[in-house]
């Protein structure tokens, strides 16, 4: 094999490996963060929560995602028992609902009840839940109204437990909804809106790191 063919494989190797690393880096260092122990805290919810490369959003943090795409409120209490407590998070992030919005057995009470059970079941475990707004859709208007009437709820739920609730979609909206240039397809975040959503974060952990 000639030099210079030699040196094209290796080249190629290094940008398939550091390609793989680019993709992968979020995970790998979830399971590094996993290997060493409990992690700090837990971004828990549904396809909002899931799209997101928190590690490198929330640098120095030990977080760890757990966000499933398309699940209800019922569903992630489920999966709250299943897969955050064994983690002992010291904090757990919760943002869902929205999918029982489009659900056909939609019943606000049920979301709120999802809601509050899992914020009981945090507590009982020595893990200090923070809730997180529902977020609004560009151009839908009746979403949009049930958003606010849930959010408001959540509100109330924090107030009544004493713990954090943190309006991030006050931070992505307009007169329209979600702003068009923080999504690419009207409901999800794009990179722009994670950044958006990280540095409310960051603001709430820096806050309570003084307390």
């Known amino acids: 094999m000639s030099f210079w063919a030699s040196m094209l494989i290796n080249i190629l190797l290094i940008t398939l490996v550091v390609l793989y690393y680019y993709r992968n880096s979020d995970k790998l260092k979830q399971r590094l963060i996993l290997a060493k122990g409990n992690p700090e805290m837990v971004m ?3 396809s909002h929560t899931a799209n997101a490369r928190w590690t490198a959003l929330l640098p120095g943090v030990r977080v760890v995602t757990l966000g499933f795409s398309g699940f209800t409120s019922d569903q992630l209490k489920s999966m709250l028992m299943i897969k955050v407590l064994p983690l002992k998070p010291e904090f757990c992030f919760i943002q869902g609902g929205g999918n029982d919005i489009n659900s056909r057995c939609y019943d606000k009470s049920i979301l709120i009840a999802s809601i509050q059970s899992m914020v009981d079941t945090l507590l009982s475990h020595n893990t200090r839940p923070v809730l997180q707004s ?3 859709r560009n151009n839908a208007p009746d979403y949009n109204q049930e958003v ?4 408001e709820l959540l509100r109330q739920v924090a107030l009544k437990y004493n713990i954090a609730f943190l309006d991030i979609n006050e931070k992505l909206v307009d007169d329209d909804g ?14 722009k809106g994670y950044l958006i ?3 409310i974060l960051k603001s709430y952990l820096d806050k309570v790191s003084y307390e």
Do not use: C
């Open 197 to 199: 959503w990280s540095e």
């Open 134 to 136: 529902l977020f609004k």
């Open 178 to 191: 979600l702003k068009k240039e923080l999504t690419p397809d009207n409901i999800h975040l794009n990179n």
């Open 44 to 46: 828990f919810g549904d």
């Open 148 to 151: 606010d009437s849930i959010n």
